[in-house]
Protein backbone atom coordinates (compact mmCIF):
# COMPACT_ATOMS: atom_id res chain seq x y z
CA UNK A 1 0.00 0.00 0.00
CA UNK A 2 2.85 2.52 0.86
CA UNK A 3 4.54 1.70 -1.94
CA UNK A 4 1.97 2.17 -4.33
CA UNK A 5 1.01 5.61 -2.54
CA UNK A 6 4.61 6.33 -3.71
CA UNK A 7 4.63 5.53 -6.82
CA UNK A 8 1.26 7.53 -7.25
CA UNK A 9 2.87 10.57 -5.77
CA UNK A 10 5.71 10.11 -8.02
CA UNK A 11 3.66 9.44 -11.15
CA UNK A 12 1.94 12.73 -10.15
CA UNK A 13 4.74 14.81 -9.71
CA UNK A 14 5.89 14.01 -13.10
CA UNK A 15 3.06 14.97 -14.60
CA UNK A 16 3.11 18.48 -12.80
CA UNK A 17 6.76 18.75 -14.17
CA UNK A 18 5.25 17.79 -17.58
CA UNK A 19 2.63 20.55 -17.89
CA UNK A 20 5.66 23.26 -18.02
CA UNK A 21 7.48 21.37 -20.99
CA UNK A 22 4.87 23.35 -23.67
CA UNK A 23 6.47 26.34 -21.82
CA UNK A 24 5.13 29.54 -20.31
CA UNK A 25 3.32 30.75 -23.46
CA UNK A 26 1.25 27.85 -23.54
CA UNK A 27 0.31 27.75 -20.10
CA UNK A 28 -0.42 31.17 -19.60
CA UNK A 29 -2.27 31.11 -23.03
CA UNK A 30 -4.81 28.57 -22.48
CA UNK A 31 -5.08 29.86 -18.60
CA UNK A 32 -5.73 33.63 -19.98
CA UNK A 33 -7.77 32.53 -22.61
CA UNK A 34 -10.14 30.40 -20.12
CA UNK A 35 -10.49 33.28 -17.94
CA UNK A 36 -11.42 35.71 -20.76
CA UNK A 37 -14.16 32.77 -21.40
CA UNK A 38 -15.32 33.12 -18.02
CA UNK A 39 -15.46 36.85 -17.53
CA UNK A 40 -17.87 36.74 -21.25
CA UNK A 41 -19.90 34.26 -19.68
CA UNK A 42 -20.51 36.21 -16.38
CA UNK A 43 -21.28 39.29 -18.28
CA UNK A 44 -23.62 37.38 -20.21
CA UNK A 45 -25.76 36.04 -16.80
CA UNK A 46 -25.31 40.05 -15.75
CA UNK A 47 -26.82 40.85 -18.89
CA UNK A 48 -29.90 39.21 -18.92
CA UNK A 49 -30.67 39.59 -14.94
CA UNK A 50 -30.28 43.54 -16.30
CA UNK A 51 -32.83 42.98 -18.58
CA UNK A 52 -35.50 41.94 -15.47
CA UNK A 53 -36.66 38.53 -16.93
CA UNK A 54 -38.40 36.24 -14.23
CA UNK A 55 -35.57 34.18 -12.69
CA UNK A 56 -37.88 31.92 -10.49
CA UNK A 57 -35.65 32.21 -7.34
CA UNK A 58 -32.28 31.73 -9.14
CA UNK A 59 -30.15 34.83 -7.43
CA UNK A 60 -27.69 36.36 -9.89
CA UNK A 61 -24.74 35.61 -7.44
CA UNK A 62 -25.77 31.59 -7.53
CA UNK A 63 -25.49 32.14 -11.08
CA UNK A 64 -22.07 33.62 -10.74
CA UNK A 65 -20.80 31.48 -8.01
CA UNK A 66 -22.13 28.29 -10.52
CA UNK A 67 -19.69 29.80 -13.73
CA UNK A 68 -16.59 30.38 -11.55
CA UNK A 69 -16.64 27.00 -9.66
CA UNK A 70 -17.60 25.69 -12.68
CA UNK A 71 -14.65 26.78 -14.68
CA UNK A 72 -11.96 26.73 -11.54
CA UNK A 73 -13.31 22.99 -10.73
CA UNK A 74 -13.25 21.89 -14.25
CA UNK A 75 -10.84 19.13 -14.45
CA UNK A 76 -12.71 17.69 -11.59
CA UNK A 77 -16.32 18.08 -12.91
CA UNK A 78 -15.16 16.76 -16.42
CA UNK A 79 -12.67 14.15 -15.69
CA UNK A 80 -10.20 13.64 -18.66
CA UNK A 81 -7.92 10.80 -18.23
CA UNK A 82 -5.39 10.35 -20.88
CA UNK A 83 -6.83 7.44 -21.72
CA UNK A 84 -8.23 8.26 -25.12
CA UNK A 85 -5.02 9.81 -26.46
CA UNK A 86 -2.91 7.03 -25.52
CA UNK A 87 -4.87 4.46 -26.82
CA UNK A 88 -3.92 6.27 -29.93
CA UNK A 89 -0.72 7.35 -29.98
CA UNK A 90 0.58 3.40 -28.39
CA UNK A 91 1.24 4.78 -25.30
CA UNK A 92 -1.29 3.16 -23.46
CA UNK A 93 0.62 -0.41 -24.31
CA UNK A 94 3.62 0.78 -22.08
CA UNK A 95 1.40 0.87 -18.83
CA UNK A 96 1.03 -2.90 -19.10
CA UNK A 97 5.02 -3.19 -18.83
CA UNK A 98 5.22 -1.22 -15.52
CA UNK A 99 5.05 -2.74 -11.70
CA UNK A 100 1.47 -0.72 -10.93
CA UNK A 101 -1.99 -1.06 -11.88
CA UNK A 102 -3.18 1.08 -15.26
CA UNK A 103 -6.15 2.49 -13.29
CA UNK A 104 -3.71 3.62 -10.99
CA UNK A 105 -1.39 5.03 -13.32
CA UNK A 106 -3.43 6.85 -15.27
CA UNK A 107 -5.69 8.70 -12.18
CA UNK A 108 -2.04 9.98 -10.63
CA UNK A 109 -1.74 11.46 -14.35
CA UNK A 110 -5.18 12.82 -14.26
CA UNK A 111 -4.80 14.06 -10.71
CA UNK A 112 -0.83 15.31 -11.36
CA UNK A 113 -2.57 17.34 -14.56
CA UNK A 114 -4.76 19.06 -12.38
CA UNK A 115 -2.30 20.90 -9.72
CA UNK A 116 -0.87 23.03 -12.04
CA UNK A 117 -4.26 24.35 -13.20
CA UNK A 118 -5.31 24.99 -10.49
CA UNK A 119 -2.42 26.98 -9.18
CA UNK A 120 -2.95 29.18 -12.61
CA UNK A 121 -6.52 29.32 -13.15
CA UNK A 122 -8.47 28.23 -10.66
CA UNK A 123 -6.85 30.28 -7.35
CA UNK A 124 -6.53 33.58 -9.52
CA UNK A 125 -10.65 33.03 -10.61
CA UNK A 126 -11.56 32.69 -7.22
CA UNK A 127 -9.34 35.71 -5.58
CA UNK A 128 -10.54 37.77 -8.34
CA UNK A 129 -13.69 36.68 -7.65
CA UNK A 130 -13.72 37.42 -4.21
CA UNK A 131 -12.44 40.82 -4.59
CA UNK A 132 -15.16 41.70 -7.17
CA UNK A 133 -17.47 40.92 -4.32
CA UNK A 134 -19.34 37.82 -5.35
CA UNK A 135 -20.16 35.90 -2.20
CA UNK A 136 -18.67 32.23 -2.76
CA UNK A 137 -20.10 30.93 0.67
CA UNK A 138 -21.47 27.53 -0.07
CA UNK A 139 -25.08 26.88 0.54
CA UNK A 140 -24.50 23.45 1.86
CA UNK A 141 -21.45 21.21 3.39
CA UNK A 142 -22.81 18.37 1.44
CA UNK A 143 -20.72 19.83 -1.56
CA UNK A 144 -17.83 18.65 0.19
CA UNK A 145 -18.82 15.03 -0.48
CA UNK A 146 -20.77 15.74 -3.46
CA UNK A 147 -17.49 16.76 -5.34
CA UNK A 148 -15.51 13.88 -4.36
CA UNK A 149 -18.12 11.37 -5.59
CA UNK A 150 -19.04 13.55 -9.14
CA UNK A 151 -14.38 13.30 -9.72
CA UNK A 152 -15.02 9.40 -8.67
CA UNK A 153 -17.98 8.90 -11.31
CA UNK A 154 -15.86 11.32 -13.77
CA UNK A 155 -12.75 8.79 -13.69
CA UNK A 156 -15.91 6.17 -14.32
CA UNK A 157 -17.35 7.78 -16.75
CA UNK A 158 -14.19 8.60 -18.60
CA UNK A 159 -12.95 4.80 -18.36
CA UNK A 160 -15.97 3.90 -20.25
CA UNK A 161 -15.33 6.32 -23.02
CA UNK A 162 -11.75 4.65 -23.58
CA UNK A 163 -13.49 1.48 -24.35
CA UNK A 164 -16.18 3.33 -26.97
CA UNK A 165 -12.49 4.41 -28.61
CA UNK A 166 -11.01 1.14 -28.26
CA UNK A 167 -14.66 -0.71 -29.90
CA UNK A 168 -14.40 2.38 -32.54
CA UNK A 169 -10.89 1.08 -33.59
CA UNK A 170 -9.74 4.08 -32.31
CA UNK A 171 -11.53 6.82 -34.28
CA UNK A 172 -10.63 9.43 -31.87
CA UNK A 173 -12.54 12.55 -33.65
CA UNK A 174 -15.75 10.69 -33.37
CA UNK A 175 -14.92 9.33 -29.65
CA UNK A 176 -14.30 13.27 -29.01
CA UNK A 177 -17.49 14.85 -31.02
CA UNK A 178 -19.57 12.62 -29.40
CA UNK A 179 -18.24 13.42 -25.94
CA UNK A 180 -18.04 17.14 -26.39
CA UNK A 181 -21.74 16.91 -27.73
CA UNK A 182 -22.99 14.89 -23.89
CA UNK A 183 -21.00 17.00 -21.79
CA UNK A 184 -22.01 20.51 -23.56
CA UNK A 185 -25.32 19.77 -22.48
CA UNK A 186 -26.01 17.23 -20.84
CA UNK A 187 -23.16 17.49 -17.84
CA UNK A 188 -24.42 21.06 -16.64
CA UNK A 189 -20.84 22.27 -16.50
CA UNK A 190 -22.13 25.60 -18.60
CA UNK A 191 -25.92 26.57 -17.83
CA UNK A 192 -27.54 25.54 -14.83
CA UNK A 193 -30.13 22.72 -15.26
CA UNK A 194 -32.03 25.36 -13.43
CA UNK A 195 -31.76 27.71 -16.06
CA UNK A 196 -33.48 25.11 -18.53
CA UNK A 197 -36.67 25.28 -19.70
CA UNK A 198 -39.66 22.67 -19.70
CA UNK A 199 -38.36 21.28 -16.31
CA UNK A 200 -35.82 19.14 -18.77
CA UNK A 201 -33.07 20.39 -15.78
CA UNK A 202 -35.08 18.19 -13.25
CA UNK A 203 -34.46 14.65 -15.27
CA UNK A 204 -31.18 15.76 -16.68
CA UNK A 205 -29.32 16.73 -12.98
CA UNK A 206 -30.49 12.96 -12.45
CA UNK A 207 -28.45 11.07 -14.93
CA UNK A 208 -25.26 10.04 -15.50
CA UNK A 209 -23.95 12.29 -16.70
CA UNK A 210 -25.79 15.30 -15.26
CA UNK A 211 -24.53 14.31 -11.99
CA UNK A 212 -21.19 14.74 -13.19
CA UNK A 213 -20.80 18.75 -12.92
CA UNK A 214 -24.18 19.47 -12.40
CA UNK A 215 -24.62 18.03 -8.90
CA UNK A 216 -21.76 19.50 -6.88
CA UNK A 217 -22.67 22.74 -8.54
CA UNK A 218 -26.33 22.93 -7.51
CA UNK A 219 -25.17 21.59 -3.91
CA UNK A 220 -22.84 24.40 -3.81
CA UNK A 221 -24.84 27.12 -5.15
CA UNK A 222 -28.23 25.83 -3.50
CA UNK A 223 -29.99 24.88 -7.05
CA UNK A 224 -30.18 21.56 -6.09
CA UNK A 225 -31.36 19.31 -3.42
CA UNK A 226 -28.73 17.45 -1.58
CA UNK A 227 -30.47 14.93 -0.37
CA UNK A 228 -31.67 13.63 -3.95
CA UNK A 229 -28.75 14.49 -5.94
CA UNK A 230 -25.88 12.89 -3.30
CA UNK A 231 -27.89 9.19 -3.39
CA UNK A 232 -28.39 9.12 -7.04
CA UNK A 233 -24.40 10.10 -7.15
CA UNK A 234 -23.89 6.89 -4.84
CA UNK A 235 -26.44 4.98 -7.41
CA UNK A 236 -24.71 5.91 -10.35
CA UNK A 237 -21.00 5.27 -8.53
CA UNK A 238 -22.14 1.83 -7.88
CA UNK A 239 -23.54 1.20 -11.57
CA UNK A 240 -20.80 2.80 -13.13
CA UNK A 241 -17.52 1.56 -11.71
CA UNK A 242 -17.94 -2.04 -11.93
CA UNK A 243 -19.46 -1.09 -15.52
CA UNK A 244 -15.67 0.38 -16.37
CA UNK A 245 -13.58 -2.47 -14.92
CA UNK A 246 -15.70 -5.07 -16.43
CA UNK A 247 -15.54 -2.97 -19.84
CA UNK A 248 -11.85 -2.25 -19.60
CA UNK A 249 -11.14 -5.55 -18.84
CA UNK A 250 -12.65 -7.02 -21.62
CA UNK A 251 -11.40 -4.45 -24.46
CA UNK A 252 -8.01 -5.61 -23.40
CA UNK A 253 -7.30 -7.63 -26.28
CA UNK A 254 -8.69 -5.19 -28.62
CA UNK A 255 -6.58 -2.23 -27.72
CA UNK A 256 -5.09 -1.43 -31.21
CA UNK A 257 -2.13 1.74 -31.33
CA UNK A 258 -0.61 3.43 -33.97
CA UNK A 259 2.37 4.51 -31.90
CA UNK A 260 5.54 6.60 -32.86
CA UNK B 1 -3.18 34.86 -63.27
CA UNK B 2 -5.32 32.20 -66.21
CA UNK B 3 -3.03 29.71 -65.17
CA UNK B 4 -3.21 29.99 -61.50
CA UNK B 5 -7.15 30.35 -61.58
CA UNK B 6 -7.07 26.95 -63.35
CA UNK B 7 -4.66 25.30 -60.97
CA UNK B 8 -6.60 26.76 -58.15
CA UNK B 9 -10.01 24.71 -59.53
CA UNK B 10 -8.19 21.85 -60.21
CA UNK B 11 -6.47 21.45 -56.89
CA UNK B 12 -10.20 21.75 -55.10
CA UNK B 13 -11.49 18.92 -57.95
CA UNK B 14 -8.30 16.62 -56.31
CA UNK B 15 -9.00 17.48 -52.67
CA UNK B 16 -12.48 17.09 -53.29
CA UNK B 17 -12.66 13.91 -54.52
CA UNK B 18 -9.98 12.79 -52.09
CA UNK B 19 -12.39 13.78 -49.62
CA UNK B 20 -15.45 11.56 -51.41
CA UNK B 21 -13.03 9.02 -51.33
CA UNK B 22 -12.07 9.12 -47.85
CA UNK B 23 -15.06 9.14 -46.65
CA UNK B 24 -16.96 6.15 -48.77
CA UNK B 25 -14.21 4.05 -48.02
CA UNK B 26 -16.19 2.20 -45.25
CA UNK B 27 -19.60 3.56 -44.63
CA UNK B 28 -19.77 2.27 -40.84
CA UNK B 29 -17.42 5.10 -40.36
CA UNK B 30 -19.33 7.70 -42.06
CA UNK B 31 -22.08 7.19 -40.50
CA UNK B 32 -20.54 7.38 -37.37
CA UNK B 33 -19.01 10.87 -37.89
CA UNK B 34 -21.94 12.16 -39.63
CA UNK B 35 -23.65 11.48 -36.08
CA UNK B 36 -21.27 12.95 -33.92
CA UNK B 37 -20.20 15.86 -35.61
CA UNK B 38 -23.72 16.82 -35.78
CA UNK B 39 -24.62 16.15 -32.55
CA UNK B 40 -21.76 17.91 -31.31
CA UNK B 41 -23.11 21.51 -33.58
CA UNK B 42 -26.77 20.90 -31.98
CA UNK B 43 -25.39 20.21 -28.49
CA UNK B 44 -23.24 23.24 -28.54
CA UNK B 45 -25.99 25.48 -29.63
CA UNK B 46 -28.52 24.26 -27.67
CA UNK B 47 -27.99 25.57 -24.30
CA UNK B 48 -28.17 29.22 -25.57
CA UNK B 49 -31.52 28.52 -27.44
CA UNK B 50 -32.89 26.46 -24.59
CA UNK B 51 -31.78 29.95 -22.42
CA UNK B 52 -33.80 31.74 -24.99
CA UNK B 53 -36.76 29.53 -24.73
CA UNK B 54 -36.61 29.43 -20.91
CA UNK B 55 -36.20 33.08 -20.33
CA UNK B 56 -38.61 34.64 -23.57
CA UNK B 57 -35.70 35.68 -25.18
CA UNK B 58 -31.62 36.56 -24.24
CA UNK B 59 -29.41 39.67 -24.90
CA UNK B 60 -31.98 41.71 -26.54
CA UNK B 61 -33.25 38.93 -29.04
CA UNK B 62 -36.74 36.89 -29.10
CA UNK B 63 -35.86 32.89 -29.16
CA UNK B 64 -36.55 33.25 -32.80
CA UNK B 65 -33.47 35.88 -33.18
CA UNK B 66 -31.59 33.85 -30.95
CA UNK B 67 -32.35 31.07 -33.86
CA UNK B 68 -31.46 33.13 -36.57
CA UNK B 69 -28.20 34.13 -34.56
CA UNK B 70 -27.17 30.33 -34.35
CA UNK B 71 -28.23 29.42 -37.70
CA UNK B 72 -26.11 32.14 -39.24
CA UNK B 73 -22.98 31.22 -37.18
CA UNK B 74 -22.79 27.60 -38.26
CA UNK B 75 -23.74 28.56 -41.75
CA UNK B 76 -21.19 30.96 -42.14
CA UNK B 77 -18.51 28.64 -39.44
CA UNK B 78 -19.63 25.46 -41.53
CA UNK B 79 -18.83 27.50 -44.85
CA UNK B 80 -15.06 28.36 -43.10
CA UNK B 81 -14.77 24.81 -42.16
CA UNK B 82 -15.82 23.07 -45.51
CA UNK B 83 -13.10 24.89 -47.23
CA UNK B 84 -10.26 25.55 -45.06
CA UNK B 85 -10.86 22.85 -42.31
CA UNK B 86 -8.75 19.58 -43.61
CA UNK B 87 -5.39 19.38 -42.51
CA UNK B 88 -5.03 21.69 -40.18
CA UNK B 89 -5.37 24.94 -42.62
CA UNK B 90 -7.98 26.85 -40.41
CA UNK B 91 -5.15 25.56 -37.19
CA UNK B 92 -2.02 26.52 -38.62
CA UNK B 93 -0.05 26.72 -35.81
CA UNK B 94 -0.16 23.15 -35.70
CA UNK B 95 1.17 23.16 -39.11
CA UNK B 96 4.07 25.43 -38.48
CA UNK B 97 5.02 24.59 -34.58
CA UNK B 98 5.00 20.31 -35.69
CA UNK B 99 8.06 21.68 -38.47
CA UNK B 100 5.09 20.87 -41.55
CA UNK B 101 6.01 23.95 -43.25
CA UNK B 102 8.65 22.42 -45.08
CA UNK B 103 6.15 19.92 -46.30
CA UNK B 104 4.72 22.83 -47.97
CA UNK B 105 7.88 24.47 -49.41
CA UNK B 106 9.07 21.58 -51.80
CA UNK B 107 5.70 21.54 -53.45
CA UNK B 108 5.64 22.87 -57.06
CA UNK B 109 3.22 25.36 -56.31
CA UNK B 110 3.17 28.54 -54.26
CA UNK B 111 2.49 28.63 -50.62
CA UNK B 112 -0.85 31.04 -51.04
CA UNK B 113 -2.19 28.59 -53.27
CA UNK B 114 -1.86 25.85 -51.31
CA UNK B 115 -3.31 27.22 -47.91
CA UNK B 116 -5.83 28.36 -50.12
CA UNK B 117 -7.06 25.05 -51.91
CA UNK B 118 -5.53 22.46 -49.22
CA UNK B 119 -8.13 22.67 -46.14
CA UNK B 120 -11.13 22.02 -49.19
CA UNK B 121 -13.55 18.88 -47.96
CA UNK B 122 -16.31 19.30 -49.53
CA UNK B 123 -18.12 16.05 -48.55
CA UNK B 124 -17.01 15.15 -44.79
CA UNK B 125 -16.96 18.46 -43.75
CA UNK B 126 -20.52 19.68 -44.78
CA UNK B 127 -22.71 18.50 -41.72
CA UNK B 128 -21.93 21.82 -39.95
CA UNK B 129 -23.03 23.56 -42.83
CA UNK B 130 -26.26 21.81 -43.54
CA UNK B 131 -27.19 22.01 -40.30
CA UNK B 132 -26.61 25.88 -40.73
CA UNK B 133 -28.58 26.21 -43.35
CA UNK B 134 -31.70 24.53 -41.91
CA UNK B 135 -31.24 26.32 -39.06
CA UNK B 136 -30.87 29.25 -41.09
CA UNK B 137 -33.83 28.79 -43.34
CA UNK B 138 -36.01 27.84 -40.30
CA UNK B 139 -35.80 31.10 -38.72
CA UNK B 140 -36.25 32.90 -41.66
CA UNK B 141 -39.21 31.62 -42.07
CA UNK B 142 -39.80 31.89 -38.52
CA UNK B 143 -39.47 35.73 -38.64
CA UNK B 144 -41.22 36.26 -41.62
CA UNK B 145 -38.16 37.93 -43.39
CA UNK B 146 -39.22 39.21 -46.57
CA UNK B 147 -35.40 38.20 -48.86
CA UNK B 148 -34.30 40.31 -51.13
CA UNK B 149 -31.34 40.26 -53.23
CA UNK B 150 -29.47 43.12 -50.98
CA UNK B 151 -30.06 40.89 -48.08
CA UNK B 152 -28.87 37.92 -49.13
CA UNK B 153 -26.17 39.93 -50.62
CA UNK B 154 -25.37 40.94 -47.42
CA UNK B 155 -25.45 37.62 -45.52
CA UNK B 156 -22.95 36.40 -47.74
CA UNK B 157 -20.55 39.69 -47.06
CA UNK B 158 -20.87 38.24 -43.09
CA UNK B 159 -20.24 35.24 -43.64
CA UNK B 160 -17.04 36.09 -45.91
CA UNK B 161 -16.25 38.36 -42.95
CA UNK B 162 -16.60 35.36 -40.30
CA UNK B 163 -14.16 33.40 -42.94
CA UNK B 164 -11.74 36.15 -43.16
CA UNK B 165 -11.89 37.07 -39.17
CA UNK B 166 -11.52 33.35 -38.28
CA UNK B 167 -8.24 32.59 -40.51
CA UNK B 168 -6.04 35.96 -40.03
CA UNK B 169 -6.86 35.37 -36.04
CA UNK B 170 -5.43 32.05 -36.40
CA UNK B 171 -2.53 33.02 -38.89
CA UNK B 172 -1.91 36.26 -36.84
CA UNK B 173 -1.88 34.66 -33.62
CA UNK B 174 -0.42 31.36 -35.50
CA UNK B 175 2.54 32.85 -36.81
CA UNK B 176 4.03 32.80 -33.67
CA UNK B 177 4.65 29.51 -33.70
CA UNK B 178 7.12 30.25 -36.02
CA UNK B 179 9.29 31.55 -33.28
CA UNK B 180 8.21 28.99 -30.26
CA UNK B 181 7.39 25.80 -32.08
CA UNK B 182 6.63 23.95 -29.20
CA UNK B 183 4.87 26.58 -26.98
CA UNK B 184 2.10 27.68 -29.55
CA UNK B 185 2.03 24.48 -31.66
CA UNK B 186 -1.49 24.86 -30.08
CA UNK B 187 -2.47 28.67 -30.15
CA UNK B 188 -4.78 28.32 -33.23
CA UNK B 189 -7.12 26.08 -31.45
CA UNK B 190 -7.24 28.07 -28.43
CA UNK B 191 -8.29 31.39 -30.23
CA UNK B 192 -10.33 30.02 -32.29
CA UNK B 193 -12.10 27.68 -29.58
CA UNK B 194 -12.19 31.11 -27.53
CA UNK B 195 -14.33 32.37 -30.78
CA UNK B 196 -16.55 29.55 -30.52
CA UNK B 197 -17.15 29.39 -27.33
CA UNK B 198 -18.54 33.14 -26.61
CA UNK B 199 -19.83 34.21 -30.39
CA UNK B 200 -22.66 32.20 -29.95
CA UNK B 201 -24.19 34.43 -27.34
CA UNK B 202 -26.10 37.23 -27.93
CA UNK B 203 -23.75 40.40 -26.69
CA UNK B 204 -26.75 42.51 -26.22
CA UNK B 205 -26.37 44.34 -22.42
CA UNK B 206 -22.51 44.16 -21.65
CA UNK B 207 -20.19 46.79 -20.49
CA UNK B 208 -19.67 49.32 -23.40
CA UNK B 209 -15.86 48.75 -23.14
CA UNK B 210 -16.53 45.27 -23.43
CA UNK B 211 -18.89 45.20 -26.27
CA UNK B 212 -16.07 47.89 -28.15
CA UNK B 213 -13.57 45.42 -26.89
CA UNK B 214 -15.51 41.98 -29.15
CA UNK B 215 -15.94 43.85 -32.28
CA UNK B 216 -12.44 45.15 -32.76
CA UNK B 217 -9.20 43.79 -31.22
CA UNK B 218 -11.00 40.27 -30.04
CA UNK B 219 -13.73 40.79 -32.84
CA UNK B 220 -15.84 37.82 -31.23
CA UNK B 221 -19.04 40.04 -32.07
CA UNK B 222 -18.68 40.54 -35.67
CA UNK B 223 -18.43 36.82 -36.63
CA UNK B 224 -22.45 36.22 -35.66
CA UNK B 225 -23.85 38.79 -33.20
CA UNK B 226 -23.47 41.85 -35.14
CA UNK B 227 -24.18 40.12 -38.56
CA UNK B 228 -27.19 39.04 -37.40
CA UNK B 229 -28.31 42.22 -35.73
CA UNK B 230 -27.60 43.67 -39.06
CA UNK B 231 -30.10 41.40 -41.39
CA UNK B 232 -32.45 41.46 -38.83
CA UNK B 233 -32.84 45.15 -38.05
CA UNK B 234 -30.89 48.27 -39.71
CA UNK B 235 -27.95 49.10 -37.38
CA UNK B 236 -26.89 51.97 -40.25
CA UNK B 237 -24.42 51.66 -43.01
CA UNK B 238 -21.46 52.77 -40.43
CA UNK B 239 -21.73 49.62 -38.31
CA UNK B 240 -22.95 47.05 -40.96
CA UNK B 241 -20.52 47.54 -43.31
CA UNK B 242 -17.88 49.90 -42.62
CA UNK B 243 -16.80 48.27 -39.02
CA UNK B 244 -17.05 44.60 -39.93
CA UNK B 245 -14.83 45.51 -43.42
CA UNK B 246 -12.13 47.96 -41.38
CA UNK B 247 -11.49 44.94 -38.69
CA UNK B 248 -11.37 42.29 -40.66
CA UNK B 249 -8.74 44.32 -43.03
CA UNK B 250 -6.79 45.54 -40.33
CA UNK B 251 -6.51 41.61 -38.94
CA UNK B 252 -5.52 40.71 -42.49
CA UNK B 253 -3.00 42.84 -42.79
CA UNK B 254 -1.42 42.11 -39.27
CA UNK B 255 -1.71 38.26 -40.19
CA UNK B 256 -0.05 38.87 -43.52
CA UNK B 257 3.05 40.87 -42.26
CA UNK B 258 3.47 38.36 -38.99
CA UNK B 259 3.37 35.34 -41.46
CA UNK B 260 5.93 36.66 -44.05
CA UNK B 261 8.27 37.50 -41.08
CA UNK B 262 7.28 34.26 -39.37
CA UNK B 263 8.37 32.32 -42.74
CA UNK B 264 11.85 34.26 -43.12
CA UNK B 265 12.37 33.27 -39.56
CA UNK B 266 11.38 29.87 -40.48
CA UNK B 267 13.59 29.38 -43.49
CA UNK B 268 16.56 30.63 -41.50
CA UNK B 269 16.03 28.41 -38.94
CA UNK B 270 13.33 25.85 -39.49
CA UNK B 271 11.97 23.93 -36.99
CA UNK B 272 14.26 22.12 -34.13
CA UNK B 273 11.58 19.70 -33.00
CA UNK B 274 12.90 16.45 -34.46
CA UNK B 275 15.32 13.64 -33.28
CA UNK B 276 17.05 11.93 -35.88
CA UNK B 277 14.83 8.62 -34.98
CA UNK B 278 12.29 10.80 -36.13
CA UNK B 279 10.53 11.61 -33.31
CA UNK B 280 9.39 15.07 -32.60
CA UNK B 281 9.95 16.26 -28.85
Not at chain 1, 185 to 210: D, E, R, Y
Request: charged share 10%.
Amino acid sequence: MKKTIRASLATMKLCLKEQTYFGLIYLVGQYVMQAAVLGALIMIWRSLFMQGVPTEGMTLNQLYVYTILSTALSPMLNVRTPASGWLHDGTMLGLYQRPAGVFMQLTAHTVGGWAMRLLCLSVPVLAVSLLCGVDLHPASPWFLVSLPLAVLQGFAVDYLFACLLIRMHNLEWCVHCLREALTALFTGSLIPFAALPWGIGGWLQLSPLGTLAGAPLAVYTGLGDPTVLIPVQILWNMILWPLAVYCFAASRERMVSYGG
Amino acid sequence: MADNIRSIFRLYRLYAVMDLKWLIQDWTNTIIILVSESLQTLSSMAGVLLLAVRFGGVGGLSADEVLFLLGFYELAHGVAWMIFGNYNIAHISRRIGRGQVDHMLIQPRPLWMQLLTEGFMPFSGSFGLILGIVLTVTAVSRLHIALSPLWVLMLCYYILIHIVLRLAQSAMYGSLAFWYPVACEEISSTILDMNTQVARFPLFGLPSWLMAVFHTVLPIGLLAYLPALALLRDLGIHVEITLPFIVAGVFVTAAVILFQKGLKHYEQYSCQRYKDMGHRC
